[in-house]
């Protein structure tokens, strides 16, 4: 893997710069991050001992506002806004709208991502309380769990997210000049990406020859389609006894969890076969979706698949899966 992935990132280093001067000039912004995870036990019918499955993982990054002390933000583009824990917005003293929905919203006019400066970012005031099993894995210091880095801020700086290496680029020119060519000449795949109206990273692929939507989303550990597709397209799974709960989003009560292998499973010209899919009941009346919509691909689906997210250049691109079987 480090073979293949050193020639990304020495090509970007050659093109900021390397140095403070270069990224200023250029406007670009390399930022390294860390996994964080956490795990939960379940029960799956049939077997005596409990099984361990992860319950979440998720790239974190460093994140400095108004010249704070950085704080370790979470990745998620499933999040379509940016989002601030309560206790630390108050204690930098940010100003919030209480009019504009269903959580405050503050407003910042400086939020640095590792060396990167962003401008004028929207983060909604909500409580980060639902990631309280989620820590560093195997790396020193703590998750403050202070914030998530959402779509819009993604959007806004051409940001591109290397699942394998951790590492983010921005690029508010949403050109970090790596073609779709080059990125095939190293062994991905290319699915085309769009962003929806509703800040959505939407890819468009086939369970079973029936088309759908899959939302990416590098916040949940999880890929998680919803009880209707499983129906319609007959893929057997396993049951559990798992009741689905998760972060900032509204399960039915009593969700169940199950999974099983998809047989037929394509991305654009990406051959998916063989992925393991999480099912439950979403409770996700999505209207942006440009076709029906089918549930979220987690980090289970990106990491193992050495997806890189191209939010400026509209492009998803993997790898064949390395999951071990």
């Known amino acids: 893997m480090s073979v293949c992935r050193f020639p990304i990132v020495f090509w970007l280093c050659l093109l900021v710069g390397g140095t403070q001067s270069g990224i200023a000039q250029q406007n670009f912004g390399v930022v390294q991050g860390r996994i964080a995870e956490g795990t939960q036990q379940y029960s ?24 704070s002390k950085p704080t370790w933000w979470i990745v998620d583009t499933g999040s379509t806004i940016c989002l601030i824990d309560p206790s630390f917005s108050k204690r930098l003293g940010l100003q919030t709208d209480n009019n504009v929905g269903p959580f405050p919203v503050a407003m910042v006019s400086n939020l640095q991502i590792g060396n990167f400066r962003c401008d004028g970012i929207a983060c909604a ?5 639902e990631l309280s099993s989620v820590g560093l894995r195997n790396e020193p210091g703590s998750l403050e769990k202070t914030g998530i880095v959402g779509v819009n801020l993604l959007v806004k700086y051409g940001g591109l997210i290397n699942c394998r290496s951790q590492q983010v680029f921005f690029s508010p020119t949403g050109n970090l000049g790596m073609s779709r060519e080059k990125y095939e000449q190293m062994g991905f795949t290319y699915v085309p990406l769009n962003v929806t109206p509703k800040n959505r990273l939407e ?14 989303d590098s916040g949940s550990f999880s890929t998680l389609l919803d009880n209707s597709v499983r129906n319609g397209t007959n893929i057997p799974v396993f049951a559990t ?29 990406y051959d998916a076969k063989g992925a393991r899919l999480g099912f439950t009941t979403l409770n996700t009346q999505e209207t942006s979706s440009a076709r029906r ?3 979220f691909l987690g980090m289970d689906f990106l990491f193992f698949r050495s ?14 899966s390395s999951r071990p079987r």
């Open 241 to 269: 006894n798992t009741t689905i709960k998760g972060p900032f989003h509204d399960f039915t009560k009593n969700a169940r969890y199950t999974y099983g292998e998809a047989s037929d499973f394509k991305l654009a010209g």
């Open 203 to 216: 890819v468009i692929g086939t369970l079973a020859g029936k088309e759908f939507s899959f939302f990416l």
């Open 293 to 295: 919509f089918a549930g």
């Open 307 to 320: 997806a890189i997210i191209d939010v400026g250049g509209r492009a998803l691109y993997l790898k064949p």
């Open 125 to 129: 005031v909500r409580s980060m309380g």
């Open 44 to 67: 799956q019918l049939g077997r005596l001992m409990p099984q361990r499955r992860g319950s979440a993982l998720a790239l974190t990054v460093p994140v400095s506002i108004n010249g």
